[in-house]
């Protein structure tokens, strides 16, 4: 990472530097631009001049020899002498033009051979920039490359190592749940275990309880029944008794009755039984069973006898 931000401030350095060199040599050729574009306008501005001021001294050299040719007055001499002075200071204000015009044509071509100068050295430099700022991107490709590299590298460590984290925690919290799942079955067989065992101890306590129920209610139904047997002989026995005695009484007045004339009498007919009524019959109070009654049936699987 330190050698990626190395890198990417050197490579600002070098664009910094291109961009100042640009800028400089923008600023030089636009400079160098306006000082021969200055010193053209010089030049020809002194040639214009120098050429008008030689026209000048051509008609003023004219104008002294047509005075000259005319007749010599006074007049006409102040006249020549006029014209010469003026030709002769034509003459000189041409001399000079045409000496600031050769200056200026000179420094002109100076500028101009020292601007091809300077241009051919900029272009060499350019070359040479060039040159090295591809030298310099290459190792800077080079160094990223290398730094791409190395970051992979950490990278592709690191991931191998968060992995194997990773799987080992997976590991250990599958362990745990398994654990955990084992203690919870074992608490819940335990548990069923103990529901069951109070299960059928609670089955057993019902068993004996309706057992003992049974039994005692049997008790009470034998003992019931041996009164009711009892009871029923004694009240046969005084039925029987008091059968005989009337048998007997019946027997004795009939011997002593008078027999009475004509046909004897029809004997009383049995009384016929009584008419049954519409539906079903009622039926005959049955006899209390001796067994032991049976004790509500439980659902599921029976309990297992104990041993």
């Known amino acids: 990472m330190a050698g990626r931000k190395k890198s990417t401030a050197r490579v600002s ?40 001021a030689a026209k000048k001294a051509q008609a003023a050299a004219a104008k002294v020899k047509a005075a000259r040719a005319k007749k010599k007055s006074a007049a006409q001499q ?42 051919k050295i900029a272009k060499a430099v350019a070359k040479e920039e060039t040159a090295i700022t591809k030298k310099l991107a290459a190792a800077e490709k080079k160094a990223a490359a290398a730094a791409a590299k190395k970051a992979a590298a950490a990278a592709k460590k690191k991931a191998a190592a968060d992995k194997k984290k990773a799987a080992a925690a997976a590991k250990k919290a599958a362990a745990a749940a398994k654990k955990k799942a084992a203690a919870d079955k074992k608490k819940a067989a335990a548990a069923a275990k103990k529901k069951a065992a109070a299960d ?71 009384k016929k039984p009584a008419a049954k009524k519409a539906g079903r019959p009622a039926k005959k109070a049955a006899a209390k069973k001796t067994a032991a009654k049976k004790a509500p049936a439980r659902r599921g699987r029976p309990p297992k006898a104990k041993s």
């Open 200 to 270: 059928k101890k609670k089955a057993a306590a019902a068993k004996k309880k309706a057992a003992a129920a049974a039994k005692k209610q049997a008790a009470a139904d034998k003992k019931k029944a041996a009164a009711a047997k009892k009871k029923a002989a004694a009240a046969a026995k005084k039925a029987a008794a008091k059968a005989k005695a009337k048998t007997k009484t019946k027997t004795k007045t009939k011997a002593t009755a008078k027999k009475k004339p004509g046909r004897p009498a029809k004997k009383a007919a049995a």
């Open 13 to 52: 350095a070098v664009a910094k530097l291109e961009a100042e060199l640009a800028s400089l040599k923008s600023q030089l050729e636009k400079a160098r631009s306006s000082q021969e574009a200055g010193a053209k306008k010089e030049a020809d501005k002194a040639g214009k001049e120098a050429d008008k």
């Open 78 to 119: 102040k006249q020549v002498k006029a014209a010469v002075a003026a030709a002769a200071t034509a003459k000189k204000a041409a001399v000079a033009a045409k000496a600031a015009s050769a200056v200026a044509k000179a420094k002109l071509a100076t500028i101009v051979a020292e601007n091809k100068l300077v241009t």
